[in-house]
Structures are given as C-alpha cells and as structure tokens.
C-alpha cells in the first residue's frame, strides 16, 4: 500500500456525561512524521488516540485523514493499525485465526503466507496454532501488533507501546516505530518519552479533572 | 491532497460489505461451534420446555389453537435465552473495539443479524420437530404456510432480537432486560405467527393467510431498517 497521509485535528474535545475529558486539542501531522501524545494519567490520552482510530466520535472538533495514493480497500478501516490496552483478540481462536479474520473482514487475502511471516516476525512463529486464550499478556501484546500490522497500514496508532513486553518485545517495537515513523504515519500515546524518537510533533493534553 | 476521508466512512462496494458481514457470519459460527454457549442454552430450553408442556397436558385433549400457541410460546422464551448471546459475548470478552477497528456498524449488523437468522430458524426447525413427533395431537394440514410463517417468524425474531441484544450488551442487568424489552416489541410478531399456524393447523387455504404474511414482510422491513438508522449510535460511542 503506497499512501502518503495527512491527519489534521482541530479544536477536538470529548465529553462522557457532562465530564470534560479534554478539550482545544488541535495538530497536524503527515506522512514521516511522529505524533507522541502525553499527558497525565486519565487526562484522555487513550480517548484521543481512539478518536483518531475513528471508533469514537469526538464531542467538539474536527478529526480529518486525507489520503493520496492507493488505497486498494477503499476503506479508512484498511489505512488504520492501532494497538492499544483495550483491545483484545478472539481466546477461542488462535493466533493465525484471528489474523485471517482481520484480513478476510477486509475482503483481503493472505498473499504468500504472510500471516506465518508476520507472526515470525513479532516472535510468535511457534505458538501460530496455539489458542490465544493460553497467551500471557506479552504475547498477547505481541499478537496486538500483528494484528495492527497484518493490512500494511500506513497510520499506526500506538497506545503504551511497550506495556507488558519483555527487552526482546521492547526491541522490536523500537525497530518498528524507526521504521514507520520515516515511511508512514506514527501516533505514540505514552508518558515515557525515551521510548520515541527525538523528532517528532509533541501534543500535551490537559487533565480537566 | 486528492482524496479526503472524515467521519462517518462508508464502505464503497455492496461487494465488499458482504464480503465483510460474511465474514462476521463466519467468525461467530465458529465461536460459536467451539464454545456451544447459545447452542446449548437454545436446545436445552426447547427440549425442558416441551417436557413440561408434555407433563402439563398429561391425558388431557388440548385444541389445536392452544397447541400452535404453546409452540410459539417455547420458540420465544427459548430464542430469549441465547439470541442476546452474539453482542453480549462481544461486550464481555472485550473484543468490541476490535470489532469497531475492523468495521463498519452495518456491517456489523448485518453479520450479527445472519448468524441469529441461522441460529433461529435452526432452534425452530428442531423444536418443530421435537414438538410434532412428542406432541400427538399438534397437526398441520397446510404445510405451505406453516413453513413461510416458520421461515419469516424466524426472520423477524432474529431482526428484533439482535437489535435489543446491541442495546443490552451495555447495560448492567443484560439477562433479565433482554425479555423485557423483547416482549413489546415482539408481541404483534408473535400475534400474527400465532395467527398463521393456526390456520395452517386448519388446513386454510394459501390465500387465507396472504395478510399475515404481508405483515410478516413489513415488520422485517421496518425492524431492519430501523436497526441499521439506530445501530449507529448503539455500537460507536
């Protein structure tokens, strides 16, 4: 897929139940660049980044993705990867299932094996059979990825990216965000700013709390 | 810039929401094949109630109005126990925002709802059966209707029940709210099923029950596409 990317947002503010979450929450990033989100603990960060992933709709502002280039799904579901605390994969289903649905939901195919490779990749090669349901968290968190990553996509979403892996797990995911912050587009949400790059567009949000 | 997408996205080929429901369809058959949760519950309810309305009736002669009651009444409360199964497990296993990154409400909707069409009209072609052959005095004359009023009542349950099943899996109190919400909603479906087996069970002719059926087709109508207008807002904040 051979997207170049813009994600712009304006003014973007989340209410839940009279609540203010955050609010004025405005950048604009593109493609080779990286969006590293902080901000206390339950300041929003994890709503913003869903937000972005457009699976919740903001309560004040604007979110645009702008695309140009190929987009074989014709769906912004196929330009999006996110990886986040909240999100699970199916425990009756193993690995390599629940990566063939995230692909067959996308009405694509698994071209030249390339789920086998991708769980290779993200050190799962052995347990591709295996019923996520007997996974640790590390592992789970290792699918997390494969899962994000099994359609190429050229935004990647990233929600504590290092949380439960190991220094191996740790690696991997400083080689990945290396490498998509140059050829896609990266959103970090975390408050251990070691963990990316030094370039990159910082937004803070404010806990209104 | 040549493309710009902002919310709400929509899918751009029918091609591809098939392809996408279908799939959904697929994921939950054999979730469901692998945990036999809403199976179980369905043939275990079909298979106890059907013994008490055998111990009820005992030597008694029942007319056969009652008896097509009676089958409906165990269609419903057995479709009550596991059709709110197939948002419930979602929302419990947490894989609802997986869901959401994968795809779009309809489509969602439109896999949920095959997989509890299926589901329905399986439980009701095996409580048909179980029924005629435990139940002597249960008779049907004209197959043609009973098997259209079989096929649409399943239909109908499976539109009215995966909608109030999106809608509980957010509340606190999912099993108990779930037949109570059903039950005004399903009532006029119910009535008129009711309605048409009897006459199938009178052996009327197809004609007779032309406006039943007509019923049956605008409450499916109506129902799915008020779920698709409501769905929206059920499964995305």
């Given amino acids: 897929m051979i997207v170049d990317l813009r994600l712009e947002a304006s003014h973007l503010g989340k209410t839940f139940n009279q609540r203010v979450i955050f609010r004025e929450v405005s ?9 590293l989100v902080t901000g206390r603990n339950g300041s929003g960060k994890s709503t913003l980044l869903k937000i972005l992933a457009h699976v919740l709709t903001p309560s004040q502002g604007l979110v645009r993705l702008l695309s140009e280039g190929r987009n074989p799904g014709g769906s912004l579901r196929h330009l999006i990867g996110f990886v986040s605390p909240y999100l699970n994969l199916y425990d009756e289903f193993s690995a390599r299932e629940n990566l063939q649905f995230a692909l067959s939901i996308r009405g694509m195919h698994n071209e030249g094996s390339a789920i086998d490779r991708l769980l290779e990749r993200v050190s799962l090669g052995g347990f591709k059979d295996t019923a996520v349901r007997v996974f640790s968290s590390g592992m789970r968190q290792r699918l997390k990825y494969a899962f994000a990553l099994v359609h190429n996509p050229p935004l990647l979403l990233l929600d504590e990216p290092m949380a439960n892996l190991d220094q191996e797990g740790r690696g991997f995911v400083q080689e990945l965000m290396a490498e998509r912050g140059k050829e896609g587009l990266l959103v970090v949400a975390t408050n251990d700013e070691t963990e990316v790059e030094r370039n990159h567009v910082r937004v803070h949000i404010d806990a209104f709390h | 810039m040549s493309e710009c ?233």
């Fill in chain 1, 27 to 35: 950048f604009a990033v593109g493609t080779g660049e990286t969006l």
């Fill in chain 2, 5 to 237: 997408i902002s919310m709400p996205s929509i899918d751009r080929s029918s091609a591809q929401w098939f392809t996408a429901a279908a799939a959904i369809f697929r994921k939950d058959w054999q979730s469901e094949l692998r945990t036999r949760y809403a199976i179980s519950a369905l043939i275990m309810f079909v298979v106890s109630t059907i013994a008490i309305v055998i111990f009820a009736i005992g030597s008694e002669s029942i007319p056969s109005d009652v008896l097509t009651g009676m089958l409906w009444v165990i269609i419903f409360f057995s479709s009550m126990s596991g059709l709110s199964r197939t948002f419930v497990a979602e929302e419990e296993r947490g894989t609802v925002l997986t869901l959401q990154l994968l795809a779009s409400p309809s489509v969602v909707l439109g896999g949920k709802l095959a997989f509890n069409f299926v589901l329905v009209l399986s439980l009701n072609i095996f409580a048909v059966a179980l029924y005629s052959l435990l139940v002597s005095e249960f008779l049907i004359v004209t197959l043609s209707i009973f098997w259209i009023t079989i096929l649409l009542g399943s239909m109908g349950l499976a539109a009215a029940a995966t909608i109030i099943a999106a809608i509980i899996a957010k509340a606190n109190t999912k099993g108990t709210l779930f037949p109570v919400l059903s039950l005004p909603i399903l009532l006029p479906l119910l009535v008129v099923v009711i309605n048409a087996t009897r006459l199938a069970g009178e052996g009327a002719p197809f004609e007779d029950a032309v406006r039943e059926f007509q019923f049956l087709i605008a409450y499916i109508v109506v129902v799915v596409t008020v779920s698709q207008l409501l769905f929206d807002y059920i499964w995305t904040d």
